[in-house]
């Protein structure tokens, strides 16, 4: 008889073969590209305003103090101290209309996951930028309460990175759970809501988790990056800002390429969940929606493909 382990194991197998089925044929690469695109546009003004945001809640002594202890729990790779203190300034100098220009920019990154997700889903979507930019309007409208368990537990993660050995592996832990947790929430929205259609609570939770902790891992491999002693403008005659701003969409073409895996997750997931719902188990070789792009489900060449 099959013990419980094994069929957890089976189970395990036959999702990892169909969320790989599910994305043969998508180029993950050029999409995770594309978004990565959208996000450099979106990143700095949505940033910004989250923190102008908190600044209106909190105070401005309050927030700049967060920031200086943010910038003090970072390495000094890339300038990202002092980028952070940029940062703070900056956004502590902006008016309501500057706030509400900025917002404008940073709703494209909900475009460029909309587009990235109706592709994987193989279906046609009309006015898909504008859906993407207004259903994250209240991912935007939210982050400075996602952002804000970041920046105050940035004192203790401070103290704990200014000592060696223990407490910087405890560092690595608290930053890691923390990131973890906002990630979560954050993905379980993106993937809900700016994504087409709705997948099922459960699967949503589930796969933003999984990919969540992958995302965490990378932001602690980033951090750790910056650490390091490299001299990045090597390779583009010497222009450090060229290599920088090279490395950092780097790291963000790998982050978004594990965003995009993890949607295709939830979509596994929620087909699995509605198999159980309608025949009570689930099949490991349930077929599964194909979500191959339209040009390669019907045999056409790349030409009929949606552009």
């Given at each position: 008889?099959?013990?419980?382990?094994?069929?957890?194991?089976?189970?395990v197998a036959a999702l990892v073969r169909a969320v790989v089925d599910g994305l043969r044929g998508h180029d993950l690469a050029l999409m995770s590209a594309g978004v990565t695109y959208y996000a450099a546009i979106a990143?700095?003004?949505?940033?910004?305003?989250a923190i102008r945001l908190i600044d209106l809640l909190l105070g401005e002594a309050h927030?700049?103090?967060?920031?200086?202890?943010?910038?003090?729990?970072?390495?000094?790779g890339l300038g990202a101290p002092a980028v952070v203190d940029t940062a703070f300034r900056a956004a502590a100098t902006m008016s309501p209309l500057v706030v509400a220009g900025a917002a404008i920019?940073?709703?494209?990154?909900?475009?460029?996951?909309?587009?990235?997700?109706?592709?994987?889903?193989?279906?046609?979507?009309?006015?898909?930028?504008?859906?993407?930019?207004?259903?994250?309007?209240?991912?935007?409208?939210?982050?400075?309460?996602?952002?804000?368990?970041?920046l105050l537990v940035t004192p203790i993660l401070a103290r704990l990175f200014a000592d060696s050995g223990l407490s910087a592996a405890l560092g690595v832990v608290v930053a890691?759970?923390?990131?973890?947790l906002v990630l979560t929430a954050t993905l379980t929205f993106v993937y809900r809501v700016v994504g087409p259609g709705r997948?099922?609570?459960?699967?949503?939770?589930?796969?933003?988790?999984a990919t969540g902790s992958f995302v965490a891992g990378f932001l602690q491999g980033f951090v750790l990056f910056l650490s390091f002693t490299l001299d990045l403008g090597l390779p583009f005659g010497g222009f450090s800002p060229v290599g920088a701003a090279v490395a950092v969409g780097f790291w963000l073409f790998l982050l978004h390429l594990i965003v995009l895996v993890?949607?295709?997750?939830t979509l596994r997931l929620g087909e699995m969940r509605l198999g159980e719902n309608r025949s009570g188990s689930v099949h490991p070789e349930q077929k599964h929606h194909d979500l191959r792009p339209a040009s390669r489900k019907s045999g056409r060449g790349e030409e009929g493909a949606d552009t």
């Open positions: 008889m099959e013990g419980a382990p094994t069929r957890v194991a089976r189970r990143i700095v003004p949505g940033v910004l305003v927030t700049r103090e967060l920031g200086r202890s943010l910038a003090e729990a970072l390495p000094g920019p940073a709703t494209f990154y909900g475009e460029g996951l909309r587009r990235a997700f109706v592709r994987l889903t193989g279906q046609r979507e009309n006015l898909v930028g504008w859906r993407g930019r207004l259903s994250v309007l209240p991912l935007l409208a939210a982050a400075p309460v996602l952002l804000l368990p970041v890691f759970t923390v990131d973890w997948p099922a609570w459960t699967a949503t939770l589930c796969a933003a988790g993890g949607y295709g997750l």
